[in-house]
């Protein structure tokens, strides 16, 4: 039996469909690349989670794919900052209710602006973490976009 946590938790609170997907975990790899590669799927639909805060709004959360780099001036630009640079390892658990290697987007212990980038929505379904190191969710985007009040956005660093 898998661990429900608070992100499947919301996720049975919203009635919405998705897959816990348990993998083994390596403590000095914890990267979506790995997670990827450990669950067997493709790079692009493994989301890691990234938290960054912003000069005007604050704390936002941005989902990306696992291979990519967060480009921080777009993140900016869509949350509404001028800056925006992604909170300290050793501050995350404060903020989020997570570590590093098990921040899901869902269940934060407080309510933040969600940005999941646009390629999400190339997929029938991606995963992100499900709130523990060796846990994945699997979802639709739709579906993952409803549950964390999230706006789909040009995020990527190319």
């Given at each position: 039996?898998?661990?429900?946590?608070?992100?499947?938790?919301?996720?049975?609170?919203?009635?919405?469909?998705?897959?816990?997907?348990?993998?083994?975990?390596?403590?000095?790899?914890?990267?979506?690349?790995?997670?990827?590669?450990?669950c067997?799927q493709?790079?692009?639909?493994?989301?890691?989670?990234?938290?960054?805060?912003?000069?005007?709004?604050?704390?936002?959360?941005?989902?990306?794919p696992?291979?990519?780099?967060?480009d921080?001036?777009?993140?900016?630009?869509v949350?509404?900052?001028?800056?925006?640079?992604?909170?300290?390892?050793?501050?995350?658990?404060?903020?989020?209710?997570?570590i590093?290697?098990?921040?899901?987007?869902?269940?934060?212990?407080?309510?933040?602006?969600?940005?999941?980038d646009?390629?999400?929505?190339?997929y029938?379904?991606?995963?992100?973490?499900?709130?523990?190191?060796?846990?994945?969710?699997?979802?639709t985007?739709?579906?993952l976009?409803?549950?964390?009040d999230?706006v789909?956005a040009?995020?990527?660093?190319?």
């Open positions: 039996m898998l661990t429900k946590t608070n992100a499947a938790r919301l996720l049975d609170t919203l009635k919405l469909p998705y897959e816990l997907i348990s993998y083994d975990v390596d403590e000095e790899h914890l990267d979506a690349v790995h997670v990827a590669q450990s067997g493709n790079v692009d639909q493994v989301f890691k989670t990234l938290v960054a805060h912003g000069d005007k709004n604050g704390i936002t959360v941005f989902c990306i696992g291979a990519y780099e967060l921080l001036k777009k993140a900016a630009a949350s509404g900052n001028k800056n925006a640079e992604l909170v300290k390892v050793k501050d995350l658990f404060s903020l989020t209710g997570y590093r290697g098990g921040c899901s987007p869902l269940g934060m212990k407080k309510k933040y602006h969600v940005f999941i646009e390629t999400a929505q190339l029938d379904f991606i995963f992100v973490s499900g709130g523990l190191r060796g846990l994945q969710i699997k979802i985007p739709a579906a976009a409803l549950a964390a999230a789909f040009d995020l990527l660093h190319y």
